[in-house]
């Protein structure tokens, strides 16, 4: 960790150079392969298949689940001696990325791989491992993941399925109603979450459906991802093994809040394979649609959207490798100390549960703009169920709902944040207190001959000063009560996010030169030039939002003109630069970079 890795928040302070973070460029020829195998199983095997997984078909799913488990898709994160690849977490994220054009089989896929396999992976004994894991890895049974009920959403602990001991000791009972359960209607082992007795906490249990007692609803049916597998599960009087708990007593949400953090950095490489697939949709129907004697694609409303597109997927991309390396770094880093690899796995998440709430809203929300414009530029077609961004528009929507609402995910970013402050763990108040003294100095305005690069890291630290001046001044006013005044935590989010973004795509063209030459980049440069452009007044509202919010009088005036300054940039001729970046992926008929 110590070559350049940050610890969860740590961005917001400290600075980093291109040269020590990972790329989507630099795959190597192994992840490469992989990735090759996925993406010729989506197109020629899932894709063809979606229309029918849509009318419920739950044998053609769990053949398709099979058919992955024979390519090594489904144990690419499972060790070797559970008959797995053991691949790193880069890898697995690679992938899932790939699996994710394949619309709703791609939740079937994540659900499988990541929620249901992972907690007995990382929590389960030795003997869980060895009896499941093979199984699981190799699609020869379906996992799912029972949490939800209906009274506990994003409250999951307050849920009521029980587990009461039988008299003989050998065995939990389980009672109890999930819902909306992924795979639920073609799996044969359940992670479900219950409480014991009267506990304060719930309890993880690994559930067989040959258990008995287990009585699976009809297939939902839904708005969008119809053809993966979504059921009510009633437990009746379920018998399970005792030595079929998962973990400790009472581990049960601590289980699932670590498994949550996992699945929420998943589906933002989920987002990014999808936004892929549905930018070349957009761009190659751009290219065919002739309107007024031309191609669509040469009007410039047309390139502003593609433009657009593809800028956005550019910066969620390159935070969620650089997030994932991170996670790798930190977990080899935990193991040369001596920690268990799933320890130091689960720590590595603990680590980052900020990066993966940020990249879960960011991901999810730039996934549902590019479905939104690829239907825009297709017009009346659509809307038509016979186009793949219909299909791609429905199947969106619920992103914003998996592993945590939005609304969720933003408060659980700057709640880690201040946990982490008032623990000693990040020192937010030092850099806070000193923006704070910086509103009674001169500015800096620079001596105007810095390099691309200079310029961009002079923003990026006025950025981070929006975000120390609002947040910092919030927790001096609000103290602990800050929780409850969830939209300023909301803009504070939403300042954090454009930060990390912008960031994370600079050290990327910051490397991709070193490796290729100026010339090569310049692109790249100018379409982050519109980024931050237009990442500076995001920045501004967010940041005048949450003053206006609590503060008054001279105070207000003050922090107000610190905002105004801190999110000043350089004019930008965005038309210019969005049409080049169009005409290049129009020139390549897909997402180019």
Known sequence: MEKNTLKGGEFLIKDTEGQGIFIPEQFNEEQLMMAETCSEFIDKTVIPAIPQLEKHDRQLLSDLMAQAGELGLLSVSIPEEYEG????????????????????????????????????????????KKKYLPKLGSGEWVGSYCLTEPGAGSDANSGKTKAVLNSAGTHYVINGQKMWITNGGIAELFIVFAKIDDDKNLSAFIVEKGFGGITINPEEEKMGIKGSSTVQIFFNDCPVPVENMLGERNEGFKIALNIL?????????????????????????????????????????????????????????SAVYRSSQWIDDAVNADIAKGMEKGAAYLEAMRQYAIEAAMLKVYGSETLDFVVDEAVQ????????????VERAYRDSRINRIFEGTNEINRMVMIGEILKRTMKGEL?????AMAVGGE??????????????????????????????????????????????????????????MQIYMAESAMLRVQKLESMRGEEAVSLYKSMLDVFFYDAADIINKAGRDAINSFAEGDEQSAMLMGVKRFTKVDPVNVVTARRAIADLAIAESKYPF
């Open 439 to 496: 509103l009674m100095q001169i500015p800096d305005f620079g001596t105007g001959t810095e390099t691309w690069y200079e310029q961009k890291k002079k923003y990026l630290k006025n950025f981070k000063k929006v975000f120390l001046l609002a947040s910092g001044s919030a927790v001096k006013k609000y103290g602990e009560k800050l929780s409850e005044q969830q939209e300023l935590l909301f803009n504070a989010a939403d300042i954090m």
């Open 261 to 317: 953090n996992i699945g929420r950095l998943k589906l933002a490489a989920g987002a990014v394979g999808a936004c892929k697939g549905a930018i070349k949709e957009t761009i190659v129907y751009a290219i065919e649609r002739k309107q007024f004697g031309t191609s669509i694609s040469n009007f410039p409303a047309i390139k502003h959207k593609i433009a657009e597109q593809v800028m956005r997927l550019f910066v969620t991309e």
């Open 377 to 388: 530029v297709y017009g009346g077609m659509g809307y038509s169920a016979e186009t793949l």
């Open 85 to 128: 690849f053991g691949q790193n977490y880069v890898t697995s994220m690679r992938v899932t990325e790939e699996v994710s054009r394949g619309f709703s089989f791609s939740v079937a896929y994540s659900a499988h791989t990541g929620i249901s396999t992972l907690p007995i992976l990382y929590y389960g004994n030795e003997a869980q």
């Open 427 to 431: 020192d937010l108040i030092g850099p």
